[in-house]
């Protein structure tokens, strides 16, 4: 029986892979790209699925051969959710229930239901099946993947334990089959699943020296959740990649026209700041000019200095007054200054006042020399008369500074 089992398998397998071909042939004609390595590996939350499925099983013990097929055929369903990695591979988890049926000559036997005309005990028990499996997406694997593709064949095998109801009886299950799987949606997939499980010789609460085999057919669906598909490298590239490169370019050069107008605009304005300020210093440089020749106009009034009886020298007190002559008469350098002595004719005699008339003005010109006065400049005189009308004789001790 298992001999059977195994070319009927065998042979669906090999009709699932031709007709998947055939069937692709006939999808639309969107853009395919051949290999099994040319997409772009999705993010881990892309390509989730759960599963669900009802259908019947038959489980092959070494004495069920002694009941009808009919007899031995019980109930199964499962649940499973996976990740597609790639389109050609991917893992889930799953769960199977049975209601399994068989036949014993002992009644000593485990999940006995009684005695039957044919002389067997008939077997009827519930168990359960958790396992992890690998997928193998054949018509991706060996084909070209995409995503609009009516009819796939996946295979899988997995590895797991399965216990009867009361968890009195554990074993080891691997499991294998063929998920004829249907498109009907991007979001939904019609299945049609052909399962197996190898279990320890024990399962049916029976030994012996060989596994048994628990097959079935189940009809299901699954749902695929967002993201669903993978991108292929050549549509990366032109969809991905470039439209927004292209994007970010666009947006780029119109940022760079702003920045070369703000720009332009900026060189406009110091252009502006630096003529307003050519004005100011043209402003500014006529302004010193007519400073200037302000100074140079400007007349320096007479300055009269006064001295002590029989005496000459300039006292303390005018030195200031003379400093800041003396800084007025460089400023005007064509002018010249007459330096007139005075002395007092009251008193003393006529050749000695002359002769203090001549070293007070002395006195003053070196002074005002000795301040950086041209020489050229002054020009000394004396004079025999009085500076005060009014006839207070002592304030004729001086010298007297003027324009000429």
Same mark, same amino acid.
């Given at each position: 029986?298992?001999?059977?089992?195994?070319?009927?398998?065998?042979? $669906?397998?090999?009709?699932?892979?031709?007709?998947?071909?055939?069937?692709?042939?006939?999808?639309?004609?969107?853009?395919?790209?051949?290999?099994?390595?040319?997409?772009?590996?999705?993010?881990?939350?892309?390509? =989730? $699925?759960?599963?669900?499925? @009802?259908?019947?099983?038959?489980?092959? &013990?070494?004495?069920?051969?002694?009941?009808?097929?009919?007899?031995?055929? &019980?109930?199964?369903?499962?649940?499973?959710? &996976?990740? =597609?990695?790639?389109?050609?591979?991917?893992?889930?988890?799953?769960? /199977?229930?049975?209601?399994?049926?068989?036949?014993? !000559?002992?009644?000593?036997?485990?999940?006995?239901?009684?005695?039957?005309?044919?002389?067997?005990?008939?077997?009827?028990? !519930?168990?359960?099946?958790?396992?992890?499996?690998?997928?193998?997406?054949?018509?991706?694997?060996?084909? +070209?993947?995409?995503?609009? +593709?009516?009819?796939?064949?996946?295979?899988?095998?997995?590895?797991?334990?399965?216990?009867?109801?009361?968890?009195?009886?554990?074993? %080891?299950?691997?499991?294998?089959?063929?998920?004829?799987?249907?498109?009907?949606?991007?979001?939904?997939?019609?299945?049609?699943? @052909? +399962?197996?499980?190898?279990?320890?010789?024990?399962?049916?609460? %029976?030994?012996?020296?060989?596994?048994?085999?628990?097959? &079935?057919?189940?009809?299901? #669906?699954?749902?695929?959740?967002?993201?669903?598909? $993978?991108?292929?490298?050549?549509?990366?590239?032109?969809?991905? $990649?470039? %439209?927004?490169?292209?994007?970010?370019?666009?947006?780029?050069?119109?940022?760079?026209?702003? @920045?070369?107008?703000?720009?332009?605009?900026?060189?406009?304005?110091?252009?502006?700041?630096?003529?307003?300020?050519?004005?100011?210093?043209?402003?500014?440089?006529? #302004?010193?000019?007519?400073?200037?020749?302000?100074?140079?106009?400007?007349?320096?009034?007479?300055?009269?200095?006064?001295?002590?009886? /029989?005496?000459?020298?300039?006292?303390? +007190?005018?030195?200031?007054?003379?400093?800041?002559?003396?800084?007025?008469?460089?400023?005007?350098?064509? %002018?010249?200054?007459?330096?007139?002595?005075?002395?007092?004719?009251?008193?003393?005699? *006529?050749?000695?006042?002359?002769?203090?008339?001549?070293?007070? *003005?002395?006195?003053?010109?070196?002074?005002?020399?000795?301040?950086?006065?041209?020489?050229?400049?002054?020009?000394?005189?004396?004079?025999?008369?009085?500076?005060?009308?009014?006839?207070?004789?002592?304030?004729?001790?001086?010298?007297?500074?003027?324009?000429?």
């Amino acid at each position: 029986m298992k001999k059977c089992l195994w070319m009927a398998f065998a042979m $669906f397998l090999s009709f699932s892979i031709v007709k998947g071909e055939d069937l692709d042939t006939a999808q639309s004609k969107e853009t395919k790209h051949s290999g099994v390595n040319n997409v772009v590996t999705n993010k881990f939350r892309d390509n =989730w $699925f759960i599963s669900l499925g @009802l259908g019947g099983d038959v489980y092959m &013990g070494q004495n069920d051969k002694a009941m009808s097929f009919g007899d031995r055929i &019980g109930f199964t369903g499962h649940i499973s959710g &996976g990740k =597609w990695i790639v389109p050609w591979f991917g893992a889930q988890i799953a769960i /199977d229930g049975y209601r399994l049926k068989g036949a014993s !000559y002992s009644g000593n036997g485990a999940y006995i239901q009684g005695w039957t005309d044919n002389k067997y005990f008939s077997q009827k028990w !519930y168990a359960a099946s958790p396992h992890v499996d690998m997928l193998f997406n054949l018509s991706n694997l060996f084909g +070209r993947y995409n995503s609009k +593709r009516v009819y796939e064949p996946v295979i899988y095998t997995g590895f797991g334990f399965i216990t009867d109801k009361n968890f009195d009886n554990f074993s %080891q299950a691997t499991h294998f089959g063929l998920i004829n799987k249907f498109r009907v949606a991007d979001a939904w997939d019609l299945n049609l699943n @052909l +399962r197996f499980a190898l279990v320890n010789n024990d399962c049916d609460g %029976q030994g012996g020296s060989r596994g048994d085999l628990i097959g &079935g057919l189940t009809v299901g #669906a699954s749902y695929k959740f967002k993201k669903r598909t $993978f991108t292929s490298f050549a549509e990366a590239s032109e969809n991905t $990649f470039k %439209q927004p490169v292209s994007t970010e370019n666009n947006n780029d050069d119109a940022k760079l026209k702003a @920045l070369e107008n703000q720009l332009s605009a900026s060189e406009k304005e110091v252009e502006n700041l630096r003529e307003n300020v050519k004005d100011l210093e043209n402003q500014l440089a006529e #302004a010193n000019k007519k400073v200037k020749d302000a100074e140079k106009n400007v007349s320096v009034p007479g300055l009269t200095l006064y001295f002590t009886a /029989d005496s000459y020298t300039v006292q303390s +007190r005018d030195l200031y007054l003379l400093k800041n002559l003396a800084r007025q008469m460089k400023d005007n350098p064509n %002018q010249k200054y007459v330096v007139c002595g005075y002395a007092d004719s009251k008193t003393g005699e *006529a050749s000695y006042n002359e002769a203090l008339r001549n070293k007070r *003005a002395q006195s003053v010109i070196n002074k005002l020399v000795s301040y950086g006065v041209d020489k050229d400049q002054l020009i000394k005189e004396t004079k025999d008369s009085s500076l005060n009308p009014f006839g207070a004789y002592v304030l004729d001790r001086a010298v007297m500074i003027t324009e000429k």
